[in-house]
């Protein structure tokens, strides 16, 4: 079977591809995180959309038959660029139109809140697509958040003191729910909900997307099916485009799981 192609701008993505691991089995998986670029969240669009779509041909060439944008900041800056370098053959699924289906049908007419980096809030996408969706919307970029994050200060002091600095004015008191508008912060979820009200939803997009990707793709299986093909190893690679110690020991706590993370030519081609 063909692999799935997941890209990120580091290992944030690997929640998305975690999700998509669970949720479907049986495919093969290539992640590609670009971690010579990272963060995506501080460029311009112009060159997220050069990148992004780089790395989208090359998953194509790879053989992928369908490729996650499993970044919110690519995603909202990046995806026409994405789907013309891969042409129509190749599903894309991104992370944004997923989580706004979801979020619009059960929260029409009420507040929504979306953090974000700067790339993904400045972009305006989540908030031109709830908009036109009939939510009002509640924007905050939350730039320090992905990077303390992924140095392995998530559910700890530091991520405490810039949660207070980000949310702690009350800026989201009275939305319905709030959209964690990054892939790296479902590792910091319960910490969010705290600042909260406890009304508050909160909104991780990773398994909307992997039930986005199996809806584009067809890929459903049977129960019964899973349960036999549980047992047989799958393909599953891991590839940064810089390969740090500090990446390979961040890779586990994002999948859930060990990963071997191999590192890409694909920018010295
Ligand atoms: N994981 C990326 C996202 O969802 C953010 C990290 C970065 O700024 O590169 O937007």
């Known amino acids: 079977m063909r692999p799935i192609g997941i890209f990120d701008s580091g290992i944030g993505g690997l929640t998305v591809a975690r999700a998509i691991a ?8 290539v992640y590609f995180g670009d971690t010579e670029h990272l963060p995506y969240g501080e460029k311009s669009p112009e060159l997220i959309r050069q990148y992004a779509s780089g790395i989208a041909t090359h998953l194509k060439e790879r053989g992928c038959q369908a490729i996650v944008v499993a970044c919110n ?3 909202s800056n990046a995806l026409d660029s994405i789907q013309s370098a891969v042409g129509p053959g190749v599903p894309v699924i991104d992370v944004l139109q997923p989580v706004v289906n979801a979020v619009s049908l059960r929260f029409s007419r009420t ?8 790339a993904t809030i ?12 009939g ?10 958040l992905a990077a303390a994050i992924e140095e392995g200060f998530h559910e700890g ?13 009350g ?18 979820a319960e910490q969010i909900a705290a600042f909260l009200p406890n009304s508050v939803e909160i909104i991780n997009s990773a398994e909307l997307v992997a039930e986005a990707l199996a809806n584009a793709t067809g890929l459903y299986s049977k129960h019964e099916d899973l349960e036999i093909q549980r047992g047989t190893p799958v393909l599953r690679q891991f590839l940064v485009s810089d390969l740090t110690v500090s990446f390979a ?6 999948f859930g799981e060990e990963v071997q993370l191999e590192e890409s030519d694909l920018w010295s081609q």
């Not at 507040?111 to 700067?118: H, K, L, Y």
């Not at 800026?171 to 910091?188: E, K, N, Q, W």
């Open 157 to 169: 002091l530091v991520s405490e003191a810039l949660l207070q600095a980000y949310l702690g004015q």
């Open 135 to 144: 939510c009002q919307v509640t924007a905050l970029a939350t730039p320090l």
């Open 249 to 254: 020991q961040s890779a586990q706590r994002f």
């Open 111 to 118: 507040n929504v809140g979306v953090i974000g980096t700067r």
């Open 22 to 29: 669970d949720r479907l089995p049986h495919v093969p998986i």
């Open 73 to 75: 900041s690519a995603s």
């Open 171 to 188: 800026t989201f008191d009275d939305v319905s729910a709030l959209i964690l508008g990054c892939t790296h912060y479902p590792l910091i």
């Open 122 to 133: 400045e972009s305006g996408g989540y908030q031109r697509m709830l908009e036109e969706r």
